[in-house]
């Protein structure tokens, strides 16, 4: 999941003249619009938000006109920043601190893992948890299916991509594959990696021939040529 960090530069105006009283209720429409697109973007799976508006302790004015309300910092939901104005002559810039508490159905563990333990279906299952204070959070479980541990993960932990890494499928020594592929043609001749390597991952490869190419890792001992483009039928197993 992406950090709360959605930039917002336009302004939402409540329906004017506006009263002392409807600034804040002005602030919160701002806020949880959004906090609402963020929510979008994101993918979280069935959100659900509460917003409490702080006021400070300076007393509020009406304005004869729509307040203009504008995000100054949304980066973390807990504590977000945004500012009242009432243009004009007479009028009078207000801010407001919004905390937002956040949850979402999110992936977490369905059973005790090892570390370094590849990640399946099986492992990780949707719950609902407050994400309020969490930037690394997972919306789909399929975004860490294939992925390890960095150490022993426990049934019902949060999962957070800080904790995983992709596992290494290519080892120096590896008697490897090499498969380029373009449109229906595909060639291949088998290597020795020279390095270790995730999937996605660069490394050097000697091919049978003795030249030592730069390739992509694609899937257990198989790579392809980095000037190659990425197929979407390069083998993943």
Request: hydrophobic share 45%; proline share 5%.
């Amino acid at each position: 999941m992406l950090l709360f960090c959605t930039s917002f530069s336009a302004a939402l105006s409540a329906p004017g003249p506006t009263g002392a009283e409807q600034v804040p209720l002005a602030v919160e429409a701002a806020a949880r619009a959004h906090v609402q697109r963020w929510a979008d973007s994101s993918g979280l799976v069935e959100p659900k938000f509460e917003l409490t508006v702080v006021r400070g302790s300076r007393p509020l004015a009406a304005c004869s006109h729509a307040v203009t309300v504008e995000a100054l910092d949304t980066r973390l939901p807990s504590r977000m920043r945004f500012a009242a104005v009432c243009a004009g002559a007479d009028g009078w810039r207000y801010e407001f601190v919004v905390r937002a508490q956040i949850s979402a159905r999110i992936a977490v563990m369905a059973s005790d893992v090892p570390s370094g333990k590849i990640l399946t279906d099986e492992d990780v299952l949707l719950e609902r948890h407050d994400i309020s204070g969490l930037a690394d959070s997972v919306a789909d479980p399929q975004d860490v299916v294939g992925l390890a541990g960095r150490r022993a993960l426990r049934s019902g932990e949060v999962l957070r991509m800080a904790l995983l890494s992709a596992p290494t499928v290519v080892k120096r020594g590896d008697a490897v594959r090499i498969v380029a592929r373009r449109d229906e043609i595909e060639v291949s001749m088998g290597g020795e990696s020279l390095d270790n390597g995730a999937r996605g991952t660069m490394v050097r490869v000697r091919n049978a021939n003795g030249t030592v190419i730069r390739a992509r890792v694609t899937g257990a001992a198989t790579v392809e040529p980095v000037d190659m483009p990425v197929s979407t039928n390069s083998p993943t197993q």
